[in-house]
């Protein structure tokens, strides 16, 4: 009798469908450098969005040490559906006063064990 080798991808979409039932929807948005523009002298931005479910919780006191993590800082687990990167725009509902509002993404870590993500943690600010 074989068993079935466990996939991660099972695992992915149980949390996904966790953050949608308990989280909240999210707007990821990102800033891609444009090109130059020579009469201006700029570069024109082009922003990006993708959805997801994300839910958002108060950093714990323990992190809180006044130069990497500051007070009010807070802490999203986001689905893997859409890739999250440093310096993205998140908006998603803040736990503090339950409204939606722009958070800017300190720090992401995915949570991929054996090389599937899951979801990703990450550190907001806003």
């Known amino acids: 009798m074989s068993e079935?080798?466990?996939t991660y991808a099972r695992t992915a979409a149980s949390a996904t469908r966790m953050l949608q039932r308990y989280g909240a929807p999210c707007a990821?948005?990102?800033?891609n450098?444009?090109?130059y523009d020579p009469s201006s002298g700029m570069a024109?931005?082009?922003v990006t969005s993708a959805q997801s479910y994300c839910a958002v919780f108060a950093m714990p006191q323990k992190y809180i040490n006044g130069t990497l993590v500051l007070q009010g800082d807070q802490q999203a687990y986001c689905a893997a559906g859409a890739v999250i990167r440093q310096g993205d725009t998140l908006n998603c509902r803040d736990s503090?006063?339950?409204e939606y509002r722009d958070f800017q993404v300190i720090d992401?870590?995915?949570v991929s064990p054996a090389g599937v993500p899951v979801l990703f943690v990450a550190h907001i600010r806003g």
């Open 96 to 98: 503090f006063t339950g």
């Open 108 to 110: 992401v870590k995915p």
């Open 28 to 31: 990821i948005k990102h800033t």
């Open 33 to 35: 450098p444009g090109a």
């Open 44 to 46: 024109t931005a082009n």
């Open 4 to 6: 079935l080798p466990f």
